[in-house]
Nanobody, 124 residues
């Protein structure tokens, strides 16, 4: 089993920055892909960014240039650096992981492990 714990969420003004972290434990070495997803009230969960074992990354069009996904394998931690935040970025942000071989993907059905989420609120 893999456990994922997110942190770093909070409330910021539009234009501000936040860095989310996701600590993985419980045999994280076999993880192939990890990703960040978000879900706003009344909306479906959507992919934000993903990274695979080869550090290939992919981003949703809405966050390209503003967000950066990265990982520190030594610390078993995934990050999401967010700049130029907008009110529409307000959502619960979730970290996800899969042990199945994959290329960087934001398909929610490819991920079997999920964190509890961290709230990001951007005020206009």
């Amino acid at each position: 089993q893999v456990q994922l714990v997110e942190s770093g969420g909070g409330s910021v003004q539009a234009g501000g920055s936040l860095r989310l972290s996701c600590a993985a434990s419980g045999y994280p070495y076999s993880i192939y892909c990890m990703g960040w997803f978000r879900q706003a009230p009344g909306k479906e969960r959507e992919g934000v960014a993903a990274i695979d074992h080869y550090t290939v990354t992919t981003y949703a069009d809405s966050v390209k240039v503003r967000f950066t996904i990265s990982k520190d394998s030594a610390k078993n931690t995934l990050y999401l650096q967010m700049h130029s935040l907008k009110p529409e970025d307000t959502a619960m942000y979730y970290c996800a992981a899969t042990k199945d071989w994959c290329r960087a993907t934001m398909r929610t059905d490819r991920y079997g492990y999920w964190g509890q989420g961290t709230q990001v609120t951007v005020a206009s």
